[in-house]
């Protein structure tokens, strides 16, 4: 059972299979302050990130395949109601493809930005709302731990922490 942070602590979760997690994309694409977030997500290779991102789409209505950027860096997404980009920094060193590939303009717009190995491009990047950090355990089982860095952020994470508690 988590618990609710005060404000600027970690929240921290377990997702003991990838229904949980598919759980977690649910509720927090249910917080209307995540339209316009930047959510950098950190882990390991495999650690489910690009897991997290996929339910995450498809809880935000996002009908077609999903990709993973690995190789395009990012991929675009529109819904009715949101614009999103899904990064994916792996094979990103090149600042002066920052600039290039217009992501500095993404990242000043409205929409929801998600940034996997955001440590690849953290001289370029702003801080984001909110950081989720997904740690392999064993088998399904993830161990989660969320911080916000802005008052966005705070606000997405006191929502997940009521959610959280409320299932
Ligand atoms: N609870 C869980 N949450 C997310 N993924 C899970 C979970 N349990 C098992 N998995 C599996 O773990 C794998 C995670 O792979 P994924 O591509 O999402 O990792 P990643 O963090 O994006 O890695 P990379 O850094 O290579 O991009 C998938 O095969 C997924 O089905
Ligand atoms: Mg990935």
């Not at 930047?38 to 690009?50: P, Q």
């Not at 995450?56 to 819904?79: H, N, W």
């Not at 493809?97 to 940034?115: H, Q």
Request: hydrophobic fraction near 40%; aromatic fraction near 8%.
């Amino acid at each position: 059972m988590p618990t609710a942070p005060p404000e600027s602590q970690p929240l921290t979760l377990q997702w003991r299979t990838e229904s949980d997690t598919a759980r977690f994309a649910a509720q927090l694409a249910a917080l209307p302050a995540l339209a316009n977030a930047f959510v950098a997500l950190r882990g390991d290779l495999g650690a489910g990130k690009t897991t997290l991102v996929r339910h995450l789409l498809r809880a935000l209505g996002v009908t077609g395949r999903i990709k993973s950027p690995t190789y395009a860096v990012v991929e675009p997404y529109t819904t009715g109601k949101h614009s999103i980009w899904h990064f994916d920094f792996y094979r990103f060193s090149d600042p002066r493809e920052w600039e290039d590939a217009g992501f500095r303009d993404i990242f000043t717009s409205p929409g929801l930005k998600l940034a996997e190995w955001p440590q690849n491009a953290q001289k370029c990047l702003p801080d984001a709302d909110l950081e989720i950090d997904i740690q392999v355990e064993d088998d399904e089982n993830r161990r989660v731990t969320m911080r916000a860095a802005t008052p966005k952020g705070h606000t997405l994470l006191s929502a997940l922490a009521l959610a959280c508690m409320n299932t």
